[in-house]
């Protein structure tokens, strides 16, 4: 509070300094306002003093600070009564009389704020706001930051160290028998589902501190299972295997339904959020809207395309899809209408589509990933909004081009994603039995994880824990991935939960420092968190840092 009435005085002070632009009177008027505002402060001083039974700073202030200013002369003879109560109690309740006191120092700001003029107002907790944007652009800065913990200080730059990232091994699951095609988190990061080309696919729980255990084996698929499926409710699960989608209980593990609307393989698909109803897409060039409670088709959507790969809105607004014929299509469901972005120069594999819809991967079969910042082309929209479309706002060039494995052909089918606390990172898998991670704004190469010794054919960041990763591989084994900060602190989801915002308090500007907040100066010192690897790292380096002793 004292900062942001210092700065309003120092506001007016200049002012008067600039008596060249300012009426005589409106000068004469403003410094007789300042007067008043300084004794309105130092009468929250000498009250405080008094608080405090410090009657010598009490009376210096009276002489020597108030006295001089000339105004108010009835109320410098009541606040020099004071000094001469006898006992702390009464002390205490003429102080609370007059309006002073530690406690009071809110009501000396609505005094000061009635007095001053609208146009040089300080908005109320604007240091606070301006303070806290510096910090998330420190944060957002760093390329390692992800879910700090700690407090910051406002004494050093934020910095995150690699341990903030999930570079170690901490469990190999190896249960499949034969390639995994397919891996991916629940929304509440609670389980994991991993699809196999021996035909099952497997549910496991994830726990904290604990490694993860089988929950289902999900079997009785005739071909590959090839992509699996969350339900946005987690309840129910989605295997993907040939032409057939089996829909699954989660608590149970028990087959639901069986639906084989498709006459090839079925190459995608994705819930709505009402968790009952999907859609499924597949290279026959049609898109099935399906009735998961009881297996059957609600509608049948003609493609000219074959579908390669779909995500959906989170809120069901807009269906994305990818073609094999170079081009991403988007396909609005409440008026059916579709719109395109430019063609790709290279042919598509599969897509991700950032949880907020703000954010577009396209993963092409040269090495490369493309970011499409959608933004404004996902809102919900109606006609009767009687504004511009936006479908009609779509991006004509990528935000961001991530290249891996030497920009080689890619001969299968590899899947991306997004990750982090704000889904900040973008992490795909390569032929070369990496798993490529990059900063998802800067574009930049962050690390490579080795370990696996087959291609890395998918990835998925837990949703809910931003420090843990798994990636699924021809070596038929699932690796997780933990940061080394979740390992040293533990329990990384509650860290997570945590908001570092906001970073200050309300006692940490109190003025002069009162018996509650005299360590406010100590927790705003506290030691920045995390912070730790060498920021020039990359390349190989950062390859050889990832390496930790694996839990067999």
Wanted: charged share 20%; aromatic share 6%; with cysteine.
């Amino acid at each position: 509070m004292r900062i942001r009435v210092l700065g309003t005085l120092a506001q007016l002070a200049y002012c008067l300094r600039r008596q060249d632009c300012c009426p005589p009177v409106c000068v004469a008027g403003w410094a007789g306002v300042l007067l008043v505002l300084r004794f309105l402060i130092l009468q929250q001083k000498y009250l405080e003093a008094l608080e405090r039974q410090d009657l010598g700073s009490a009376l210096t202030c009276l002489r020597h600070e108030m006295a001089p200013l000339g105004v108010h002369e009835q109320q410098l003879h009541q606040l020099a009564a004071l000094l001469l109560c006898p006992g702390t109690g009464d002390v205490a309740a003429r102080t609370f009389w007059l309006g002073g006191g530690a406690a009071h120092r809110g009501h000396l700001l609505s005094l000061l704020q009635a007095k001053l003029p609208p146009n040089l107002m300080i908005p109320e907790g604007r240091l606070e706001v301006l303070v806290e944007q510096a910090l998330e652009a420190q944060m957002s800065r760093c390329p390692f930051h992800n879910a700090s913990e700690s407090r910051l200080s406002l004494f050093s730059d934020y910095y995150a160290g690699l341990e903030c990232l999930p570079t170690s091994t901490v469990q190999i699951l190896d249960q499949h028998t034969d390639e995994v095609w397919h891996v991916a988190f629940s929304h509440d990061g609670t389980m994991l589902a991993t699809g196999s080309k021996d035909r099952t696919a497997i549910l496991w729980s994830v726990q904290q501190r604990v490694r993860l255990e089988v929950m289902h084996v999900l079997e009785g698929h005739s071909q590959p299972v090839a992509l699996l499926s969350w339900s946005p409710d987690d309840r129910r699960i989605i295997t993907c295997s040939g032409e057939t989608l089996r829909v699954w209980d989660v608590a149970t593990g028990q087959l639901l339904q069986t639906c084989s609307h498709h006459r090839e393989s079925v190459s995608s698909c994705a819930w709505l959020p009402d968790s009952r109803r999907f859609v499924s897409g597949s290279t026959d060039r049609s898109v099935f809207l399906v009735d998961s409670s009881n297996g059957m088709e609600l509608q049948r959507w003609k493609r000219a395309y074959r579908v390669q790969d779909m995500a959906i809105t989170r809120d069901g607004g807009v269906l994305v899809m990818a073609s094999t014929e170079r081009r991403v299509f988007l396909l609005r469901l409440s008026d059916m209408r579709e719109v395109s972005l430019p063609p790709e120069t290279a042919p598509i594999t599969t897509l991700a589509l950032c949880p907020d819809g703000r954010f577009l991967l396209v993963a092409l079969n040269c090495s490369t990933l493309q970011l499409w910042a959608l933004g404004p082309a996902m809102d919900p929209y109606s006609p009767l909004d009687m504004g511009p479309d936006p479908l009609d706002s779509l991006p004509v060039e990528p935000a961001a081009v991530y290249r891996f494995s030497n920009g080689e052909p890619v001969r299968f089918v590899l899947r991306c994603g997004f990750g982090g606390s704000d889904n900040t990172f973008v992490v795909h898998g390569g032929e070369d039995g990496m798993v490529y991670v990059w900063h998802r704004d800067s574009g930049e190469l962050l690390f490579k994880l080795s370990g696996h010794t087959g291609t890395v054919n998918a990835v998925s960041w837990n949703p809910t824990n931003p420090y843990m990763l798994a990636s699924a591989s021809d070596d038929k084994t699932v690796r997780i991935w933990l940061a080394q900060e979740a390992q040293q602190r533990g329990s990384a989801a509650a860290a997570a939960r945590r908001k570092a915002l906001p970073l200050l308090q309300s006692d940490l500007l109190g003025w002069p420092a009162s018996a509650n907040d005299s360590h406010a100066a100590a927790r705003l010192a506290a030691p920045i968190g995390p912070s730790g690897a060498d920021s020039g790292m990359n390349g190989d380096a950062m390859t050889a840092a990832a390496a930790a002793p694996v839990e067999e």
